[in-house]
């Protein structure tokens, strides 16, 4: 709820009451007229209570910041487990399972984040590999990238790591994570490479 509408409904509420206390004072017909004046009070103060919780609740919204949060993985139960690449060109991975998407900021369909409020935001990504060539992707934000996280087949033939980063964002920037060319990541059922992020703070 945005600000403007939720300050027009705190106005119309101060107007609601005191239209129903010039209607009590002035208008002979109406139903509390026929009550005793204990109870005509009774119920102006039941009237009020409720008012002041309504406005009390409204205030509470205009001073909660938004909540924009988002985490995803590379594959999802319809995509056959197994690598992811390599390719000729620079790739976002087009995260495709969703677990979490508050705000709707991310895009399945594009493997992009786009920032509908202006903050400081937190993003993280986790990458798998099993096999050769070395897995490398990274973190862009608009056109640029942020960090990376190279990591190699291990000891055991497979190997994991992750990356993290603080980013100021301002309304319709994007965040990505890409995928470098000629390499490859490995995925399955058990959702090893993930992307997530959520807004800290407004600025």
């Known amino acids: 709820m945005s600000m403007k509408r939720l ?8 107007l609601g009451l005191l239209e129903a206390q ?4 002035d208008n002979g017909t109406n139903r ?5 004046q204990e109870e005509r009070l009774a119920a102006l103060e039941r009237r009020l209570e409720s008012s002041e919780k309504e406005v009390s609740h409204l205030k509470s919204l205009i001073g909660a910041p938004p909540v924009i949060a988002f ?12 690598d992811y690449g390599p390719f000729a060109y620079r790739t976002i991975l087009p995260y495709r399972k969703v677990f979490t998407n508050v705000g709707n900021g991310y895009n399945p369909a594009t493997g992009t984040f786009t920032a509908q409020v202006r903050g400081l935001y937190f993003f993280r990504f986790t990458m798998f590999t099993s096999g050769t060539p070395n897995s490398v992707a990274c973190i862009w934000k608009n056109n640029t990238y942020v960090v990376c996280l190279w ?7 497979y190997d994991t790591g992750s990356n993290a ?13 890409m995928l470098e060319p000629n390499r490859t ?3 399955g059922q058990s959702h090893l490479n993930t992307f997530s992020g959520f807004l800290l703070s407004p600025m």
């Open 32 to 36: 509390l007229t026929s009550m005793s």
């Open 151 to 157: 990591d190699v087949k291990g000891y055991f033939g």
């Open 71 to 82: 985490s995803v993985a590379l594959m999802d139960e319809a995509t056959t487990p197994g």
């Open 185 to 187: 990541l490995n995925d």
């Open 7 to 14: 300050s027009v409904l705190l106005l119309a509420m101060c």
């Open 165 to 177: 980063v603080v980013l100021p964002m301002g309304v319709g920037e994007s965040v990505s994570v």
């Open 22 to 25: 010039v209607s009590f004072e």
